[in-house]
């Protein structure tokens, strides 16, 4: 899967707000002295917040404004230039709002990888949250995942999860997940780097030989 021959993993990180899994990623990856390195946070759209914040840690930012391309197809072409100057081995999609063309997916193949904030393949799409309150579940959680056409699926690496409690929100339901996603996401991107994940021939993630790991989030039994 990496591309690059240098043992250091190259990585390119995609956002359109805030960037805290961003900021997980880029401080797990100092911190923990992961063999890679953060070479770009390219949003989509230029008031992004995490991009101040990743430009204070002296990584190059860049930020494409879908409104300013004519399709969805042109937007998905300049994206693809941008990351590509960085020759990332992992592009890690981190509350990225766009969906992407089947073009761009196909062309990082087993290199694009993204968060969803539930328990997939259950609850794709967007207001997560409210979903596993309507429909009653007891569990909730996230996915780290490898990236197919197919939005929000695909082979899983990582799972993270944590009890719905009786009269929570969604607003308190996302806190309980994000901060579980916090734990998930460089974990996952960790093993990437480390070269521990491996796709099997019928299209499941081993990690070590062993099947992805379960997270255990706050107020989890
Ligand atoms: C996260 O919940 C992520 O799972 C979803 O969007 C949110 C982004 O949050 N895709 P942040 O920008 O990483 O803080």
Redesign the pocket.
């Known amino acids: 899967m990496p591309q690059s021959p240098s043992s250091t993993r190259r990585l390119v990180i995609l956002?359109?707000?805030?960037?805290?899994?961003?900021?997980?990623l880029v401080r797990a990856c100092r911190d923990e002295a992961w063999p890679a390195e953060v070479r770009a946070v390219v949003a989509s759209r230029p008031d992004a917040a995490?991009l101040q914040w990743a430009q204070e840690q002296g990584i190059a930012t860049a930020a494409l404004y879908h409104k300013d391309f004519p399709s969805r197809e042109a937007f998905d072409t300049a994206l693809a230039q941008e990351i590509d100057r960085h020759e990332p081995d992992y592009v890690l999609?981190?509350?990225?709002?766009r969906v992407l063309t089947p073009a761009f997916v196909n062309h990082y193949a087993g290199r694009l990888v993204?968060?969803?904030?539930s328990l997939l393949p259950m609850f794709p799409g967007l207001h997560t949250h409210a979903q596993a309150l309507a429909t009653g579940v007891r569990l909730h959680g996230?996915t780290v995942h490898f990236v197919t056409p197919v939005l929000d699926h695909g082979p899983i690496i990582a799972q993270g999860c944590v009890p719905v409690l009786a009269g929570d929100t969604p607003e308190a339901l996302?806190g309980r997940?994000?901060a579980v996603?916090h734990q998930v996401y460089p974990a996952a991107v960790r093993w990437l780097a480390q070269g521990r994940v491996r796709l099997t021939s019928d299209q499941r993630v081993e990690v070590d030989g062993e099947p992805p790991r379960l997270f255990m989030g706050a107020g989890a039994a």
């Open positions: 956002i359109s707000g805030r960037g805290s899994n961003m900021q997980a995490g999609l981190a509350g990225f709002m993204n968060i969803h904030p996230c996302a997940v994000l996603e």
